[in-house]
């Protein structure tokens, strides 16, 4: 069975940090990533990895406070958000999928469930 467990969310004070986790099971992906949500909006990207790491990008407001990491040994990818902010509130999404298009068009094959992020001002 396929499966995207992520975690690591919670409670943060405005400037302070978070590490989210994924980890997959059942397939090796080639492109993962997170996205976010707010209940009521579209799912946002947040930022994605090629396997081999040589592939990254994000979406600009992260640019410069989040890095995305991945441990294909573990098979797990990582979002170290530094610098947080109220903004940053969110529901945060693991994305995997074969193809980089699908994870830019934000249909991906495979989806975690997801954990809360949120920063108080």
């Known amino acids: 069975q396929v499966q995207l467990v992520?975690?690591?969310g919670?409670?943060?004070?405005?400037?302070?940090s978070l590490?989210?986790?994924?980890?997959?099971?059942?397939?090796?992906?080639?492109m993962m990533g997170w996205f976010r949500q707010v209940?009521?909006?579209?799912?946002?990207?947040?930022?994605?990895?090629?396997?081999?790491?040589?592939?990254?990008w994000y979406e600009t407001s992260v640019k410069g406070r989040f890095t995305i990491s991945r441990d294909n040994a573990k098979n797990t990818i990582y979002l170290q958000m530094n610098s947080l902010k109220p903004e940053d509130t969110d529901v945060y999404y693991c994305a995997a999928d074969g193809q980089r298009w699908a994870i830019q068009a934000g249909?991906?094959?495979?989806?975690?469930?997801?954990?809360?992020?949120?920063?108080?001002?």
Not at 107 to 121: H, I
């Open 6 to 8: 992520d975690s690591g």
């Open 10 to 16: 919670g409670l943060v004070q405005d400037g302070g």
């Open 19 to 30: 590490r989210l986790s994924c980890a997959a099971s059942g397939h090796t992906f080639t």
């Open 39 to 56: 209940p009521g909006k579209e799912r946002e990207f947040v930022a994605a990895i090629s396997r081999s790491g040589d592939i990254i």
């Open 107 to 121: 249909s991906p094959d495979c989806w975690g469930q997801g954990t809360q992020v949120t920063v108080s001002s």
